[in-house]
């Protein structure tokens, strides 16, 4: 009977714990979602929107989470103009930010694109959860393309997706 007891609390020392990492991310800041913040455009942009890219946490079979790695890709397509990209989110479900993924703005050239990734358990489980990505331009510039792909892999089957952002607000200079 001993035994059995030093064995069972040998399994339970070598159990993974159940409880999830701190997301490994820059902290964002409590003005980050201020609609009015979102809304400005920064000095010298003449355009630009805001984009929601929704993304999904994973599948879930009888016994466990299977969780997706989720990279977001902004495309910038135009063929002649600089794109500027001063925010990118991620909120959970519920809206509220998780992580922001720019300490500077990013600027892509002509055709350029860039990936920002998260990994499984890096980031809040479940579906509704989404990017916010801000952009800007000179007037002309065609919107970006912006995606997320959700990917996991068990033994030799995958499951992967894409999602398309959708833009939900246009941005234009004040009126002077």
Not at 4 to 29: F, G, I, K, N
Not at 36 to 48: E, K, M, N, V, Y
Not at 103 to 129: C, D, H, I, M, V
Not at 154 to 160: A, D, F, P
Request: net charge negative; charged share 20%.
């Amino acid at each position: 009977m001993k035994t059995r007891w030093m064995a069972l609390a040998v399994c339970l020392a070598a159990c993974e714990p159940t409880t999830r990492p701190p997301l490994d991310s820059p902290s964002v800041p409590a003005e980050a979602l201020d609609p009015a913040a979102l809304r400005a455009l920064s000095p010298g942009a003449d355009t630009g929107g805001i984009v929601y890219v929704s993304t999904y946490g994973g599948p879930a079979t009888s016994t466990r989470h299977l969780g997706f790695t989720i990279t977001l890709t902004v495309h910038n397509t135009s063929l002649d103009r600089e794109l500027h990209v001063p925010s990118i989110m991620y909120v959970d479900r519920e809206g509220a930010p998780q992580r922001a993924f720019l300490s500077e703005p990013l600027r892509l050239g002509p055709l350029a694109a860039k990936n920002f990734s998260l990994q499984p358990k890096t980031y809040a489980e479940g579906n509704g959860a989404a990017f916010l990505v801000k952009w800007e331009g000179p007037e002309g510039i065609p919107n970006p393309l912006i995606e997320a792909l959700m990917l996991t892999t068990e033994g030799q089957q995958g499951i992967s997706f894409i999602t398309r952002g959708q833009e939900v607000e246009r941005l234009s200079p004040p009126a002077t």
